[in-house]
């Protein structure tokens, strides 16, 4: 019995709702891989450069209250 029987095997014993999920999930995660793919080591650098700069510092001063 090899990896692919084993597969089918398993999913006999899902619902209809089961494998619905398990294909949207396989479908989406798909184009995000293809997304991600697209992009040049540069573009995500700069993208996670953007995200760090729009984020508030943790260690910030809360600016709360009159004083």
């Known amino acids: 019995m090899n990896n692919e ?3 089918e095997s ?3 014993h899902l619902t209809a709702a089961e ?3 398990i294909e949207q999930r396989e479908r989406l ?3 995000k ?3 991600e793919a ?3 080591h ?3 650098i700069q993208g996670f450069n953007q995200y760090l700069a729009n984020m508030s510092e943790h260690y910030d001063i809360p600016k709360v209250g009159p004083g």
């Open 10 to 12: 398993y999913k006999d």
């Open 5 to 7: 029987d084993k597969s």
């Open 19 to 21: 494998k619905r999920y």
């Open 29 to 31: 995660d798909r184009h």
């Open 38 to 40: 697209n992009k040049s």
């Open 33 to 35: 891989m293809a997304k």
């Open 42 to 44: 540069r573009d995500r």
